[in-house]
C-alpha cells in the first residue's frame, strides 16, 4: 500500500483528491493537510511514503514545505499537484525536490500513474513541464561577457571616479606604466579604444 498525505487549501478539492486516490486498491490516505505547516507537523506523525503536494498555499507554500518536507524526513517523496504551469513554478518545485509535477486538470489515470511512479522512485511529470524541460535543456546558453581580471575591474573603477593613470598608480601602488598595461588589457577584453567606452562597456556588461 501507498501511505498518502494530501495537502490543499481548498478543502472542496482537497476532498475530491482524498475521493480519486484512495479509490485505488494500492493507495491508503495517512492524512490530509490544508496548510504547509500543518504538512510539515503531519509528516512527522503520520509517516507517510508519498506527500500530494499543492503548490500555492498561505503561509508556507509548496515549495518550502517539500524542502522542508524532505529536509526532516528524506524517505517520502513529493508529488506537485497544482494548477500553476509557469516555467518559474515548475523550477522552483524541482528545485526544492519534489520528484513529480502533474497539473489538477490531469486525466485520472495519469495522476494515479504519477503517484505510483513517484512512490516506486521515479519521477512523474505533466506532458507540458517535460517540453518545457526539453527546450530548456536545449537552448543556447547566452553569450558570456569578457571577463577582467580584479586588477583592471579596480583599475576602471578609478578611472569612473576621473582618477589619471599617475593618480590611480598613486592609490593602489602601482607604476603609471603599469596601470596604463591594465587599462590596454581592459580595452581589448572590451573591444572599445578609450577609457570613457571602456567605464560605459563595463557598465552595460554589469561588470562594474
Known amino acids: 500500500m501507498i501511505r498518502i498525505l494530501v495537502v490543499d487549501d481548498h478543502p472542496v478539492v482537497r476532498a475530491g483528491i482524498v475521493a480519486l486516490l484512495e479509490a485505488a486498491p494500492d493507495v491508503e490516505i495517512a492524512g490530509t493537510a490544508a496548510s504547509g505547516e500543518e504538512a510539515l507537523a503531519l509528516v512527522a506523525s503520520t509517516a507517510p511514503d508519498l506527500v500530494v503536494m499543492d503548490l500555492r498555499m498561505p503561509g508556507i507554500d509548496g515549495d518550502e514545505a517539500t524542502a522542508r518536507i524532505l529536509a526532516a524526513h528524506p524517505g517520502v517523496r513529493v508529488l506537485i499537484l497544482t494548477t500553476y504551469e509557469s516555467d518559474d513554478a515548475i523550477l522552483s518545485a524541482i528545485a526544492a525536490g519534489a520528484s513529480g509535477y502533474l497539473l489538477k486538470a490531469a486525466p485520472e489515470e495519469e495522476l494515479l500513474a504519477g ?80 577609457r570613457t567606452r571602456a567605464v560605459t562597456r563595463a557598465m552595460e556588461l554589469k561588470l562594474l
Open 115 to 194: 503517484v505510483r511512479a513517484v512512490a516506486a522512485g521515479e519521477v512523474a511529470l505533466a506532458p507540458s513541464v517535460s517540453r518545457m524541460l526539453v527546450a530548456r535543456t536545449r537552448a543556447p546558453e547566452p553569450p558570456r561577457g569578457p571577463e577582467l581580471s580584479p586588477r583592471e575591474l579596480e583599475v576602471l573603477r578609478l578611472v569612473a571616479e576621473g582618477l589619471s593613470n599617475r593618480e590611480i598608480g598613486a592609490r593602489i601602488h602601482l607604476g603609471e606604466a603599469t596601470v596604463k598595461t591594465h587599462l590596454l588589457h581592459a580595452f581589448a577584453k572590451l573591444d572599445v579604444n578609450d
